[in-house]
């Protein structure tokens, strides 16, 4: 099992808001990494550190993190944006990654 | 631009090990600023983080699989994994990633994926 938990599924109309949540105990102490993966493909980092976008990642996109959860928000979705979402991090012990289950966003 | 490439059989029998090689062009394995990482995904499932390597030689790996992985620097560009005893459910297709050797880690450079069938 993941010592980071994410919602299996989220829907969002297209144009609206949407956040994504990862939560787990070590989210108390490191940031949550989020990345982007469409059927077929390798995954794509889209947030990283406290709220950073790697070059080419819209600025729709954009993290945060409060006490044990740390969120991505999409502002405006778009259609292309339906992917499945992965939050990652350190494990309690901070010396291993995890990942989260993964969130499948639907854009509607 | 870095990049990084999968290769080895796309298909293994049970029990027996499987082994990757990862390799990296446009950058060094010997870059102290990054962790090499191997990741997998069972069809249809999540993210599953296998371990990592320094390019001093220093290895952590997932414990839940811990006695049966292994990641080794093969050469100056590439990093190899192998997994013993596989079963059916080591069927999955086999990333490898480049990690920012920072607190908080992230993959900022994925290979394009392999899949790996463990057959009986």
Do not use: M
């Amino acid at each position: 099992s993941s010592e980071l938990t994410q919602d299996p599924a989220v829907s969002v109309a297209l144009g609206q808001t949407v956040r994504i949540t990862c939560q787990g105990d070590s989210l108390r102490n490191y940031y949550a990494s989020w990345y982007q993966q469409k059927p077929g493909q390798a995954p794509v980092l889209v947030i990283y550190g406290k709220n950073n976008r790697p070059s080419g990642i819209p600025d729709r996109f954009s993290g945060s993190s409060s006490g044990n959860t740390a969120s991505l928000t999409i502002t405006g979705a778009q259609a292309e944006d339906e992917a499945d979402y992965y939050c990652n991090s350190r494990d309690s012990s901070g010396n291993h990654v995890v990942f989260g289950g993964g969130t499948k966003l639907t854009v509607l | 631009q870095v990049q990084l490439q999968e290769s080895g059989p796309g298909l293994v029998k049970s029990s027996q090990t499987l082994s990757l090689t990862c390799t990296v062009s446009g950058g060094s394995i010997s870059n102290g600023d990054y962790y090499w990482s191997w990741i997998r995904q069972p069809p249809g499932k999540g993210l599953e983080w296998l371990g990592y390597i320094y390019y001093s030689g220093s290895t952590y790996y997932n414990p839940s699989l811990k006695s049966r992985v292994s990641i080794s620097v093969t050469s100056k560009n590439q990093f190899s994994l192998k997994l013993n005893s596989v079963t059916a459910a080591d069927t999955a297709v086999y990333y490898c990633a480049r990690d920012q050797a920072v607190a908080t880690p992230y993959f900022d450079h994925w290979g394009q994926g392999t899949l790996v069938t463990v057959s009986s």
